[in-house]
Every structure is written in C-alpha cells, then in structure tokens.
C-alpha cells in the first residue's frame, strides 16, 4: 500500500506493528533497540504517523502509542482513502 499512499513509507507498517505488539507506549529510542531502524527515522515516521491518525502521541513526552485506526491499517482494513 506504501506504493499507492504518498505519504506511506516502507518502514511504516513495522513500526505500527511493533507498537501494536507491544501494546502500551514506547519512545522511538526503545524502538529502535527492536527494529532496523534508526531512532531519528523512527522519530520523523512517528510524528507523521500521529498526524495522519495511525499513532498516538502522548502529552508529556515522545511516546507513541497505537490508534484504533492504527490497528485497522495493520489488519489491512483501510484503503487509500483512509489514509
């Protein structure tokens, strides 16, 4: 889907996922101790993915956790227009 939505990168449906998997809220930083990622790349997709829905952001610090919407993506619920 990554190739039909401009804003959606490769890296995106990982870190959704890996946040869904661990089911609470989790910096970029510890992120990136579990996926092949960087923790700036994970930062930027963070904020992007917040901004378009997928994420949560916490109030207080750099945490992200994952939306219903979120979990609907990862299940491959949604469409281009969803997006």
């Given at each position: 889907?990554?190739?039909?939505?401009?804003?959606?990168?490769?890296?995106?449906?990982?870190?959704?996922a890996e946040?869904a998997?661990?089911?609470?809220?989790?910096?970029?930083s510890?992120?990136?101790?579990?996926?092949?990622?960087?923790?700036?790349?994970i930062?930027?997709?963070?904020?992007?993915?917040?901004?378009?829905?997928?994420?949560?952001?916490?109030?207080?610090?750099?945490?992200y956790?994952?939306?219903e919407?979120?979990?609907?993506?990862?299940q491959?619920?949604?469409?281009e227009?969803?997006?």
């Open positions: 889907m990554h190739r039909r939505v401009e804003w959606l990168k490769p890296s995106d449906r990982v870190i959704v946040l998997e661990y089911g609470g809220w989790m910096k970029p510890s992120l990136a101790l579990n996926i092949s990622y960087t923790r700036r790349h930062a930027r997709r963070c904020q992007v993915l917040a901004k378009h829905g997928l994420l949560e952001r916490h109030d207080e610090t750099a945490g956790r994952v939306t919407h979120g979990h609907q993506f990862l491959d619920k949604l469409n227009d969803d997006l």
